[in-house]
Structure formats: structure tokens, C-alpha cells
Nanobody, 133 residues
Framework: EVQLQASGGGLVQAGGSLRLSCAAS????????IAWFRQAPGKLREGIAC????????YYADSQKGRFTISSDSDKNTVYLQVNGPKPEDTAVYSC??????????????????????????WGQGTQVTVSS
């Protein structure tokens, strides 16, 4: 069974830096997508970035390019989200999500829908990030 464990949240000052981690385990297939989402109070959940395990290809929301960097460490089976220059509006619960892909069709779907939360099967518990001004 796939399990995701998000960590690294907390209180951070605006303009600093923050790195979130998502430890993943239990995948049955060699290829999968892991994405970071966030949800602020009173707002919809939004996709920030995604990485495909087999190729390392990354995807970013247009509005978040430049300040967020997603990366992975295969040896540790961990995906990271680096937040550069966090702002108070980045305050939210950050969650990682995953879906295994075993066909070209599934890959094609996720390539264009990586930011849609309903496409993901597995979710971590979320980690709170609070950015103070």
C-alpha cells in the first residue's frame, strides 16, 4: 500500500526559505507522479508542482513558477518542495499526493491534469506552513 508522509512545515518568516519533504513508500509500479498541493483557509485546494518518477520531468502551476522547486531523491524515496522567499499568502496546509501510472494513456492524462486533485489516489496527511510578515 502506498504511503506518503509530509513534513517540514512550521512557522517561517517572510523572505526566508522553506523545504517540505514527502517520504513515499509502497509503490507497486516503477512509474508514478507525486504532486504538492496546498489549501489555505477559505480557499480551494491548488496544485503547485508535480514530478514524474521515471523521467524526473517536473510540472509547475504558471502562477508559482520561480518561487517553488520540486525535486526528488530516489535513494531516499523522498520528494521535496523548496519554497524561496515565502510570503504570508503562502500560509496553507501543504499536502503531497501520488498516482501510479502503468500505461501511456495514464501518463498522457496526468501530463495534462497533474494539477487536478481528484486524479490522485494517495494522499499524505498534510503539513501546516505559516508565514509571518
Amino acid at each position: 500500500e502506498v504511503q506518503l508522509q509530509a513534513s517540514g512545515g512550521g512557522l517561517v518568516q517572510a523572505g526566508g526559505s522553506l523545504r517540505l519533504s514527502c517520504a513515499a513508500s509502497g509503490f507497486s509500479f516503477d512509474d508514478y507522479f507525486i504532486a504538492w498541493f496546498r489549501q489555505a483557509p477559505g480557499k480551494l485546494r491548488e496544485g503547485i508542482a508535480c514530478i514524474r518518477k521515471s523521467t524526473g520531468i517536473t510540472y509547475y502551476a504558471d502562477s508559482q513558477k520561480g518561487r517553488f522547486t520540486i525535486s526528488s531523491d530516489s535513494d531516499k524515496n523522498t520528494v521535496y518542495l523548496q519554497v524561496n522567499g515565502p510570503k504570508p499568502e503562502d500560509t496553507a496546509v501543504y499536502s503531497c499526493a501520488a498516482i501510479e501510472t502503468s500505461s501511456h494513456m495514464e501518463f498522457a492524462i496526468m501530463k495534462h491534469r497533474w494539477f487536478v486533485s481528484s486524479e490522485y489516489v494517495y494522499w499524505g496527511q498534510g503539513t501546516q506552513v505559516t508565514v509571518s510578515s
